[in-house]
């Protein structure tokens, strides 16, 4: 879609606030990673290599949120340097777990947590990529996964839309062949409200969905949340199992904070 | 199909060796066994597999496991799956795509011959819903060729239901409890002082065959006798009914009726219904490529009504954007216009949606609200 006479994609991967996670994915693609190495000239990644090709980039990978004023600035670069902006992952996508900064006083944090305070300079949120520029596809999850990601590197060079599907983790559940938790079990899970994206690996293994890939594209909080508190949550452990990874996303935050007031 | 041979008996060592004869003739042997605390279906190696002592106790949005003192192994009512995952996987690849040297694609239908399957310890109900996909898959002028090679090779071992669940409701959809026409064999387990058996008979040639090669005795009236009370007393033992009405009518007459907004209220559109549905069909396909875009394959997976993206359109946004109305399609077509498109219902009574629906929509609570909107609609006021 973006290559020009012949010559092979470039691809650059950024860093933003985040554990480096789901960058790290790509080079966990093991079987993959030669094939895409063969596609595309990975120009500009830190973790990989500290050479960086020049401008601009085919596709950009983001991994991170914006917490400073200087990512805020060096995520516009990035954009107009970029043909593609992808974000990976629930930090660029979300804002990550560190948006739980969002709830509380930043300054008070700093200063419990550091000796010398004065030296860290901060925003006062975590914000998600798209808060900051336009965003051509949000990859979700903490971490993103493997065959997600190389499924969107792959559709990039078909030029074709990726097989992304923003439903719930039930419908991968059910195509599993997982029996569901909630109901034979009684495990509080958030599946339902979830997207897909995991391949429902955690109630493969008998435990509830954290929802570590956000809110899916259907949800019906008024019915949900009672199932979480029939199964054991109360108040404090339904707000908090909403503040995870995903506690900045717009729906997961709205339920938190309306369960919060109750 | 014919009604082979006379009936015989046989004991747990005759169904040990029934899953031995299948396995001896190339079959992937798919019974019920306990995985995951559900009595799943999953490919069998030996009778000591099946869930002897288990039952289910079934509420709308609850399964749990329970022990049976009795040690039967087919006291339990629908479990998470349906035939359907075996029948018309969940992941299917259709063809594949190669771009050769001189740039041109080369198209291969996919060819994996299909397995042999035998299915052992098919409810009624579930007989009947293989029917019924059978017409969804293969009755049209577009029959599905790889459905219809499973079903074709796939050997049927039906067990007659003797333990309804709370959820079930086959009497009222006419579908059971009593095995219908469409095996190769029919059990129906028998616990007494007399012992554990099956009253077993042969429904084709090559029921016969097997059953020929299994330890047995000739039925005994006695047997045969407990067998047919056991089947007649599940009858009268229905946890759900559906309203005595026309469902197809009914589904009519209340396309704007309030309970829609009620159950909608409930209802998370996580489309559990559909899948766990022995006979929901829907399909949608993905093509995929490979990094170097030299090969191409296109994938068909399970889609549910209940997904935005089942009726999302090119230029955006999807036709059935509210919950309502996809709560609605799946249950007017299930119930309702399943008839004018296939010429039967597409429910068949086994109560899994009831059983696997998260937070416990009732498909019979609902056919009967309707039916009570209605009736309090038609009274002069």
Sequence with gaps: MSTDGGRRPKLAVWKFASCDGCQLTLLDCEDELLGIAEEVEISYFLEASSAAGPVPYDLSLVDGSITTRQDAERVQHIRSVSRRLVTIGACATAGGVQALRNYADVAEFRAVVYAKPEYIATLATSTPISAHVPVDLELRGCPIDRGQLVEVITAFLAGRKPDVPDHSVCFQCKQRGTPCVIVAHGTPCLGPVTHAGCGALCPAYGRGCYGCFGPSNSINFPAFIPLLRRDGMDTLDVVRAFRTFNTAAPEFDAVSREEARR | ?381
């Excluded at chain 2, 041109?104 to 009624?124: D, K, Q």
Aim: one cysteine or more; hydrophobic letters at 35%; aromatic letters at 6%.
């Design chain 2, 1 to 381: 199909m014919a009604d082979g041979g006379a009936p015989a008996v046989i004991d747990k060592a005759g169904l040990d060796a029934l899953i031995a004869v299948l396995l001896g003739r190339g079959r992937t042997v798919i019974g019920p066994t306990v995985r995951d605390g559900a009595i799943v279906l999953a490919e069998l190696s030996g009778g000591d597999e099946l869930p002897y002592g288990w039952g289910v106790e079934l509420e709308a949005g609850r399964y749990r496991l329970r022990g049976r003192a009795d040690g039967a192994g087919f006291a339990h009512s629908a479990g998470p799956q349906s035939w359907k995952t075996f029948l018309h996987p969940p992941r299917e690849r259709q063809w594949t795509a190669e771009r050769g040297a001189d740039g041109e694609l080369a198209f291969s239908e996919e060819r994996t011959p299909p397995p042999a399957f035998a299915f052992l310890g098919v409810r009624p109900c579930d007989l009947r819903a293989i029917e019924v996909l059978d017409r969804v898959l293969t009755g049209g002028p577009h029959a599905d060729a790889r459905y219809r090679g499973r079903r074709q090779r796939a050997f049927v071992v039906a067990v007659e239901c003797t333990e309804p669940g709370a959820t079930c409701f086959c009497v009222s959809m006419g579908t059971g409890p009593a095995v219908g026409p469409g095996y190769d064999l029919a059990l129906t387990e028998v616990l007494d002082h007399e012992g554990h058996r099956f009253l077993v008979r042969a429904g084709t040639e090559e029921g016969e065959a097997v059953l020929a090669e299994l330890p047995q005795r000739p039925a005994d009236p006695a047997t045969r006798t407990a067998a047919r009370e056991r089947v007649a007393e599940a009858a009268d033992r229905m946890g759900r009914t559906m309203p005595p009405v026309d469902l197809r009518t009914l589904m009519r007459d209340t396309l704007e009726a309030e309970r829609w907004n009620d159950a909608t209220a409930r209802c998370l559109t996580c489309g559990n219904c559909t899948m766990v549905c022995p006979t929901c069909f829907c399909t949608s396909t993905e093509d995929i490529t490979d990094l170097t875009g030299d090969h191409a394959e296109r994938w068909r997976r399970w889609e549910s009504c209940f997904d935005l993206d089942f009726t999302h359109l090119a230029g955006g946004g999807s036709v059935r954007s509210s919950p309502r109305s996809r709560y609605r399609q799946w249950l007017t077509h299930k119930i309702g216009t399943w008839h004018d498109q296939f010429g039967s219902s597409g429910c068949v009574g086994c109560g899994r949606c009831i059983v696997w629906c998260p937070t416990g929509i009732d498909i019979t609570e609902e056919a009967h609200a309707l039916n009570a909107e209605r009736a309090a609609a038609g009274q002069p006021r």
